[in-house]
């Protein structure tokens, strides 16, 4: 006990770390707003899973060893927080317990065989962690100094702790010092170390040195203890184990409703905006604070970028590199992008135009000299992503990268007119014709000629309409799922008509891509045509369709209840609308399209509608549900060339063919079209038929 | 560098045209800036932005050519002009080629680009008679213009035996292939600012002529009807047995289509 000592020392590193923190925050006050404060219940209960459940680390089945380890070390570390805060009380008096975990309740008792084994257990880890990264040395892990320093750090304080109640131990009863060390000793519950076998075993490495030896080892614990944790809270916010503070905050503040924060809805009418450059992202300032939370809390576990398409295909979008570039941008215009949000509040407050337009002279001299893309972030880096959410869905801490990703597309294609240009003949088409393939958009129907389908112009009054987007209408392969799907619909009598020539492409590409222009002018249309027909229930094949016109539409006044053919199918086979015999031979794999599945939790009815077509059960791709290896068409790539490192088509292909089936089924018609051009590219397209599920289901109809 | 770009409103040629009773069936159609003169747009805004050219735009007949001369505009350019007269309507590429004659003559200019074709008539003759007009030199099919001075440049075509360099002094007509450039497509900066500027419309009395200095009342050529290209039918698939096939398509050929 030395409350001097102790008063001082916690004077010092609360003092310095709240100084830090206080830093950060202020950092994060100074960026865009967002607003994440609705539906605790919800976010609680994220915080729960994510968090504290360590969802992500131990829910995974290939990486189930290494996620148990940080899951231990983590609550390993929560019970240890609860004794460092005896210990800090001890500092100032000796004997000092907290409310009921003292040596009169059972709680005191437990809580000290729990501390005691977790303990033990932390210790193991760390030294597994160590071995992990010195001798196995996964892929994906970057091994730094701060890496090794923080296990150190953590050894130490499982060793501090541990050591001390053995020198307790050894005084009290080795030593019989019984009167003047404290230590909890109950009629019913006996001994405290008859709770602790850990800190006993520990206690025999010491027992021989003597008396004042252990009395030694207890007082440097003590203060080793504590000043490796006070010196441990200091580290944190300097690097990647910031994580350990900003975590828990960084889950319970997550996007709710849509896996991440759906793309703004930019009012592009707003001269002031355009003025001022503040549409999308193209300064590092313009980041919300939540997406600067999320650079906060990367733990550089390097998840994301192990399965993130581009990167396992020699794309140089690495995203522990993007992160980092990003965080470290930020840091360093800390100042500048505090000083920058002080003068944008002066600026709105100040009603006089000459003054305000000084500030906002002062407010750009401010902006980092650095292009974000082009200097921090190459443009090739940020227009090879897909979109496809894998890295997301894997992030054990809940960090969104795409909608980072597609507002920075939105600042260079809307502020600086710089995206690639191999898009154009696509947005033309989209702007010219309502589809990217710039095809007569009187020739959208065209497909559907023979089929006795009804359009809405003839007759609204049908219960469904059936969406059927810019690949079913002009694509050829998925024209056949379009009719296949008719074919359905009709066989189950269901009332649906098509929108014809009156259907516009949803612009979803046009939206991934960051030309917010084009995807609200599509959007406008079709809204305005949808409401026109009073339309309520929409089905698509697309699943870009179905991402778009549910999540997407409702920004701007469209609200349907979209239903995806997969999820439709298996409903009418459920009520027995229509039969299906299971007659496909041969071993069948599915594909999971990530706008089914990552974005929309589309898993299960596939799969359900294909267990009834095939003859033996659907096999799983090595990569699939929500792990499921994208076909490289989302994000507008589709559009665009794919000339750096390898095809991911190709790398998909090859991955089904290693499964020796004879059908994959998709439920997507660019994965359609991506891994039939894949599996020709290996020449395995009469080997491996690649069909979408309303084909099978089609010809399977009894 | 003073450069005068023309450019004509066509019908969309992705849409299926339809005619009925000789005429096109407008039900449904829409109308876009002719590709070639998308191109030459582009080459002038390129010239505008390499070597600082003016660049101004000509659109003539039409009716409402806002939408077309708005996106050039947002695309770069910095004048336009639309020319449009009831005389007009029967206009041919010699009487376009007169109305830009009289364009050109009050303005001062030094290179027409045009547009080799427009994607409606594919006539491909308005910029070279406009240069008999104006006596001046032209070259056609062009794939590339470089500047060497204020006089004179270095022009690539597209020739029969492949790319003709030409060296070309100014004043000057030429007309631009496709392959040219790829025309940018206007971004919303562009169409916000272009929505606000001025386009001067004129009629051929506005312009210092008229309708019969231009020969409207007899144009040299007049499009006298449509006609629909006839739809092919789909072939017919047959199956089965590869002899009994072959003895069914030669029958056919000799009875049916009677070419055997
Ligand atoms: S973003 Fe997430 S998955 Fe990627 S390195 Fe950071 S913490 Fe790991
Ligand atoms: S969304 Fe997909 S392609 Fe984009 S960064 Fe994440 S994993 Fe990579």
Known sequence: MNPIAMSLLLTVALGVFGRTMARKIQLLRALAPADRTNHLKQRLANMFVFAIGQKRLIGRARERSSGIMHALIFWGFCVLLIRSLTLYGQGFYEGFQLPWLGGGHLAGYLYLAVKDVMEGIVLLM??????????????????????????????????????????????????????????????????????????????????????????????????????????????????????????????????????????????????????????????????????GLDLYTCTECGRCKEVCPTYTTDKPLNLYEFNDKLKHALLANADNIIRRSGLAAARARCGDDEQAAGLAEQMSALNSEKQLIGDIIAADTLWACTTCRACEEVCPVTIEHVPRIIAMRQGQTLMAEAYPKELNPALKGLERNGNPWGIGYDKRADWADGLGVQTMAADA?????????????????????????????QRAGVRFAILGVEEKCTGDFARRVGNEMLFQMAAQENIATLNRYKVKKIITACPHCLNTLRHEYP????????????????????????????????????????????????????????ASVCQDAPRELPRHGRESFCCGAGGGRMWMEETIGKRINLERAEEIAGQNVAHVAVACPFCLTMIEDGMKELEKEELIKTRDIAELVAESMA | MKILTTVKKVVDVELNIHVKDGAIVEDGLQYVINAWDENGVETAVQLKEDSGAETTLVSIGGGDNTDVIRRCYAMGIESGMHIDDPALEKADAFIYARVLQKVFEAGDYDLVITGKQAQDTDNGQTGIILAEYLGLPCVSNVIGIEVLDDKHLKVSRSGDAGTEIVALELPAVVTVD???????????????????????????????????????????????????????????????????????????????????
């Open chain 1, 461 to 489: 009054d049908v219960d469904y309409l059936f969406w059927v987007g810019c690949a079913g209408s002009f694509d050829d392969r998925a024209k056949k799922v379009s009719r296949s799907l008719v074919k359905i619909l």
């Open chain 1, 555 to 610: 920004q701007m006044g469209g609200n349907y209840e979209v239903i995806h053919h997969s999820e439709f199918i298996a409903q009418l086979v459920k009520t027995g609308r229509i039969e299906l015999q299971p007659s496909l031979a041969g071993a069948l794999a599915y594909h999971d399209p990530c706008y089914l599945g990552r974005y929309n939790e589309i898993f299960e009815q596939p799969r359900s509608i294909l």
């Open chain 2, 178 to 260: 496709v392959s040219i450039n790829e025309p940018r497509l206007p971004q919303m900066r562009g169409l916000m600012m272009a929505k606000k500027k001025a386009i001067e419309k004129m009629d051929l009395t506005a312009l210092g002529t008229s309708a019969d200095e231009i020969g409207c009342a007899a144009p040299k050529s007049e499009i006298v009807a449509f006609m629909a290209t006839e739809k092919r039918s789909g072939g017919r698939k047959f199956e089965g047995d590869a002899a009994e096939i072959t003895a069914r398509v030669v029958d056919l050929l000799a009875n049916e289509a009677k070419v055997l």
């Open chain 1, 126 to 291: 760390v030294l597994y962690a160590v071995f992990r990264r010195a001798v196995l040395k996964p892929r994906r892990l970057h091994n730094t100094f701060e890496a090794y320093l923080v296990l150190a750090l953590i050894g130490i304080l499982m060793v501090s702790d541990l050591l001390l109640d053995g020198a307790r131990y050894n005084l009290v009863h080795l030593y019989h010092n019984a009167k003047t060390i404290p230590f909890f000793n109950h009629p019913r519950y006996g001994s405290e170390f008859l709770w602790t076998p850990v800190a006993v075993g520990a206690s025999a490495l010491i027992s021989g040195l003597g008396a004042s030896a252990n009395a030694a080892i207890l007082a440097t614990m003590f203060w080793l203890h504590i000043c490796t944790q006070l010196v441990f809270l200091n580290i944190l916010p300097l690097g990647k184990h910031f994580h350990v503070i900003t975590a828990l905050p960084n889950v319970f503040l997550k996007s709710l409703g849509y896996p991440h924060e759906k793309a703004q809805l930019l009012d592009l009418e707003d001269e002031a905006a355009w003025e001022d450059e503040s549409l999308g992202v193209n300064h590092i300032h313009q980041l919300n604070w939540k997406q």
